[in-house]
């Protein structure tokens, strides 16, 4: 699947949504990829999560970790593709756990699947979860690649795990206090999973 065809299951299912939106990173943005959207369809989720797991198939992943709530479908759908067991990490008191029995065993080679890696900061937080059990991360992935011009210049790695997405795409985005939407007093949204507690 290429990039277009990746693009086409956003515009197809109105995915990609213009405004004044906070991203999980903190970054503030004009546009913002709600990935939920395309993964509501099973079809669309199977068929992006066996594209991922066709990029991630040579790094011999024996599970997939997904940071909770965004890599969830995509996690699992990427497992399904790579034909391992999917498991996912949620947030405790702001840091990332494994609960609900799940856990990795010594020396296991683990794949970190998200939905949209922007600075890499979930990613790199399931990382340190995953050593912390002893495990190794192999490789990392995720739909969509919007990290920043500064960070997508470091190549396909982060963190020196190799990275894979299915669609890198630029995409404005400012410091809170250098951002011009907020300038402008335009009120801003916090879409992301990471800020839904924030807002009850």
């Given at each position: 699947?290429?990039?277009?065809?990746?693009l086409?299951?956003?515009?197809?299912t109105?995915?990609?949504?213009?405004?004044h939106f906070?991203?999980?990173?903190?970054?503030?943005?004009d546009?913002?990829?709600?990935?939920a959207?395309?993964?509501?369809?099973?079809?669309?989720?199977?068929?992006?999560?066996?594209a991922l797991a066709?990029?991630l198939?040579?790094?011999?992943?024996?599970?997939?970790?997904?940071?909770?709530?965004?890599g969830l479908?995509?996690?699992q759908?990427t497992?399904?593709?790579?034909g391992?067991r999917?498991i996912?990490a949620?947030?405790?008191?702001?840091?990332?756990?494994l609960?609900?029995?799940f856990?990795?065993?010594?020396?296991e080679?683990?794949?970190?699947?998200e939905?949209v890696v922007?600075t890499g900061?979930?990613?790199r937080e399931?990382?340190d979860?995953?050593?912390?059990?002893g495990?190794?991360?192999?490789?990392?992935?995720?739909?969509?690649?919007r990290?920043?011009?500064?960070?997508a210049r470091?190549?396909?790695?982060?963190?020196?795990v190799p990275?894979?997405?299915?669609?890198?795409?630029?995409v404005a985005?400012?410091?809170p206090?250098?951002?011009?939407?907020c300038?402008?007093?335009?009120?801003v949204?916090?879409?992301g999973?990471?800020?839904?507690?924030?807002?009850?």
């Open positions: 699947m290429n990039a277009d065809a990746v086409a299951h956003f515009t197809e109105e995915a990609l949504l213009a405004g906070k991203l999980s990173s903190g970054l503030h943005s546009r913002y990829l709600q990935c959207k395309v993964l509501q369809w099973p079809e669309r989720a199977t068929a992006l999560g066996a066709a990029l198939k040579p790094f011999g992943a024996d599970v997939v970790v997904s940071p909770a709530m965004g479908i995509i996690g759908e497992g399904r593709g790579l391992t999917a996912f949620e947030r405790v008191e702001g840091v990332f756990d609960r609900r029995g856990g990795l065993a010594h020396g080679r683990v794949a970190v699947i939905d922007t900061k979930s990613t399931v990382f979860l995953v050593r912390e059990a495990a190794t991360p192999v490789a990392c992935g995720a739909i969509v690649d990290r920043p011009p500064a960070l470091a190549g396909d790695v982060l963190d020196r990275l894979r997405t299915l669609l890198p795409i630029e985005v400012w410091e206090g250098a951002c011009p939407l300038g402008k007093g335009i009120p949204e916090a879409p999973s990471r800020h839904l507690a924030k807002k009850g």
